[in-house]
């Protein structure tokens, strides 16, 4: 089987590698929901597409899942964010976003949604 995954730079593989290692304790929470196929797909934490890296990226569901702390908030994150989701949406990918606060208090209920997600983009995907 072989996959196809957007070109990306050796800088952003670097900056990937970074973020992995100091992940907030928001995402460290979520990854502890999505790892090990425990929503039934894959999911890819800090991983490079185009030139982003996407928090929590599904292939099989193209679905990104993204944690937003407080420099999302700010006109210049408001800008960057809406640049990085036009350029994901045209690539056919679908983003979820979730804050900090709604991660740490609301994990179970944050992860229902993403299964509902994942398996609606998967029967979509299917039937094209």
Not at 24 to 35: G, H, I, P, Q, V
Not at 110 to 119: K, S, Y
Request: aromatic share 10%; hydrophobic share 35%; proline share 2%.
């Amino acid at each position: 089987m072989q996959r196809h995954f957007p070109k990306y730079t050796r800088r952003l593989v670097s900056i990937a590698r970074t973020l992995r290692r100091g992940m907030t304790d928001a995402e460290k929470k979520l990854w502890s929901f999505l790892r090990y196929n425990q929503l039934g797909v894959k999911f890819r934490r800090q991983f490079p597409i185009g030139k982003h890296v996407l928090d929590f990226y599904c292939h099989e569901a193209k679905l990104n899942v993204e944690v937003d702390g407080a420099g999302h908030y700010n006109e210049e994150g408001i800008r960057n964010d809406e640049e990085r989701y036009s350029d994901l949406e045209q690539q056919g990918i679908r983003v979820l976003r979730y804050s900090n606060s709604e991660v740490m208090e609301q994990t179970d209920a944050l992860a229902d949604d993403i299964l509902e997600e994942v398996l609606a983009r998967i029967r979509e995907k299917g039937r094209s």
